[in-house]
């Protein structure tokens, strides 16, 4: 499968603990994005990387998340002292990138997503 | 500040039978938006995407409209199929990010 990939699929946790998720892009994508979303909700933007660069970051991600890309490949999101208000789904998703004179189409593609749940 | 949204929350439609799912934006910058269908417990998956510079867009099955003037988006399907069941979401891209901004969703329902 050369799609992209999520893992865990499923964590539960107790409040407090710390949880890292990891995102495998699809290869050739230099652009790798992180959502969140809850139920009957549209995936919400927190953060996006060039290669190993984060361009940009949505306030929506506290200084308890953090997230990495250290060689432009895979990345990982990590929440510290998770919250009940963090159970959401997590997904991650890559792209060629977007704009000019790019032919791209600028299409995320997503992974399957790391469901968290904080108990 | 700058949102996606949609008219309808829940669309029922009988096998057979076109769709149509409805959107509003808010950002009249954006350059390029995109329809995602997302299957339970999926990702979202890319149907088809329409530039500013364009008013409809084909694809198999599907037709994307896009009205720049009351700033409105649209997807019909044809010939709606229960593999069709699913929540869309229409998102955009504005002017100069590369974020994608996405919409609530509209829960699309085929019943035989």
């Known amino acids: 499968d050369t799609g992209v990939s999520q893992d865990p699929r499923h964590k539960i946790t107790k409040r407090g603990q710390n949880v890292t998720f990891r995102c495998d892009p699809i290869?050739?994508?230099?652009?790798l994005y992180w959502y969140r979303q809850t139920l009957g909700q549209g995936p919400e933007f927190l953060t996006y990387f060039q290669n190993e660069a984060q361009l940009e970051k949505s306030r929506l991600l506290s200084d308890r998340f953090s997230a990495e890309r250290p060689k432009g490949s895979f990345s990982t999101l990590e929440i510290q002292r998770t919250e009940q208000g963090d159970s959401a789904m997590y997904l991650c998703?890559?792209?060629?990138?977007?704009?000019?004179?790019?032919?791209?189409?600028?299409?995320?593609?997503f992974g399957e997503g790391s469901r968290l749940t904080v108990l | 500040g700058e949102s996606v949204g949609l008219h309808l929350p829940t669309l029922s439609v009988q096998e057979g039978d076109n769709s149509i799912i409805n959107c509003a934006y808010s950002n009249s910058a954006s350059d390029y938006f995109i329809w995602y269908k997302q299957e339970s417990g999926k990702g979202p998956q890319f149907i088809i995407d329409i530039r500013s510079n364009m008013d409809k867009r084909q694809g198999q099955r599907v037709t994307v409209l896009l009205n720049k003037t009351v700033k409105h988006l649209s997807l019909q399907i044809a010939a709606t199929q229960p593999g069709d069941s699913a929540v869309y979401f229409c998102a955009e891209i504005p002017y100069n990010t590369d974020k994608l901004i996405f919409g609530t969703g509209t829960r699309l329902q085929v019943f035989p």
């Open positions: 290869s050739e994508h230099n652009r």
């Open positions: 998703a890559s792209s060629l990138g977007w704009g000019g004179q790019n032919e791209n189409t600028g299409e995320l593609f």
